[in-house]
C-alpha cells in the first residue's frame, strides 16, 4: 500500500512526500473512538459507593473518593518511571479488601468495580466513522494501538464497537506501567510489527502532538495529527 505523507512540522521539504507503509500505530481516545469521562464528580462515587454496598464493601462517597485519588497519586509518585501509569483495578481491589464486611474476592471484586466506575463516569463513548473508514483503507497492512488507557475496562470498549479485531495487537500502558510519551511504547510496537529497522516505513496517528506526534519522530516514524489524516484521505464531515 502506498500512502502520501504530509509531515506538516516539515516545512523545509516538500508538503507532500510518498512512502511505502508498512505499519500504522492508531492512538485510541480522542482518535479511534470519542469520549468524555467525569472522574470528579460526586455522582460517579456515589454510584460505584452504593453499588458496592451489596458487594459486602462498606464506603461512603466523599471516603470512596478521597481514598481513590489518594491511593492513584501516591501510585504515581513513588513510581520510578517518568511517566507512570497505575492498574485501577488494583486501586479498587486495595479499596475493598480495606472496607469489606464479608469475605470476597478483591482480586474480582477490583475488576468489577473497575469497570462499573468507568461506566459510572461515562458521559460520552462513540466512535469516530471516519476513523473506522481510515482503518479500513489500511487493512492490509499491520495496525496496532498504543493507548494511555488501561486494559480492564478499554479493550472492552474496543470490543463492544467491533474495533479491537482490527489490529494485529494493543498496548495500554496499564500493561507496562508508563504512559506515552515514553518510547518504549513505540519501540515495542516496532519490534512486534517486525520494523524496528524500518521506523521511516511506518505511521503514527493520534490526537496529540506530545503524546503520538512528537515521541513518533524522535524514533523516525511519519506522524499525522488524526484530524489531518481524514482530511488527507477526504473522510472529514
Not at 517518568?82 to 464486611?101: D, G, H, T
Not at 462513540?126 to 475496562?153: A, D, M, Y
Request: charged share 30%; glycine share 4%.
Amino acid at each position: 500500500m502506498v500512502v502520501v505523507i504530509s509531515d506538516p512540522a516539515r516545512k523545509d521539504v516538500n508538503i507532500f512526500e510518498s512512502c511505502q507503509i508498512k505499519g500504522v500505530i492508531f492512538d485510541c481516545y480522542q482518535t479511534l473512538i470519542d469520549i468524555r469521562t467525569d472522574e470528579h464528580s460526586f455522582e460517579t462515587y456515589n454510584f460505584v459507593s452504593r453499588w458496592l454496598a451489596y458487594q459486602g464493601i462498606k464506603i461512603e462517597p466523599n471516603k470512596l473518593w478521597d481514598t481513590y485519588m489518594f491511593k492513584v497519586r501516591n501510585r504515581m509518585e513513588h513510581s520510578e518511571e517518568i511517566y507512570p501509569e497505575v492498574k485501577v483495578e488494583e486501586i479498587f481491589a486495595e479499596i475493598c479488601r480495606e472496607n469489606s464486611v464479608w469475605k470476597i474476592d478483591e482480586n474480582k471484586l477490583g475488576v468489577e468495580t473497575s469497570r462499573v466506575f468507568r461506566a459510572a463516569s461515562i458521559r460520552k463513548l462513540r466512535p469516530f466513522l471516519q476513523s473506522i473508514k481510515l482503518i479500513e483503507h489500511c487493512i492490509n497492512i499491520p495496525k496496532c494501538i498504543i493507548s494511555n488507557g488501561q486494559r480492564v475496562f478499554s479493550e472492552l470498549e474496543l470490543r463492544f464497537f467491533g474495533l479491537y479485531d482490527y489490529f494485529d495487537f494493543v498496548i495500554f500502558s496499564s500493561d507496562v506501567g508508563y504512559q506515552k510519551p515514553d518510547l518504549r511504547l513505540f519501540m515495542t510496537a516496532l519490534k512486534k510489527m517486525g520494523l524496528e529497522l524500518e521506523p521511516k516505513c511506518v505511521m503514527s496517528i493520534g490526537d496529540s502532538y506530545e503524546n503520538e506526534i512528537l515521541p513518533a519522530k524522535k524514533l523516525g516514524i511519519y506522524s499525522m495529527h488524526i484530524e489531518d489524516a481524514w482530511k488527507h484521505l477526504g473522510l472529514s464531515d
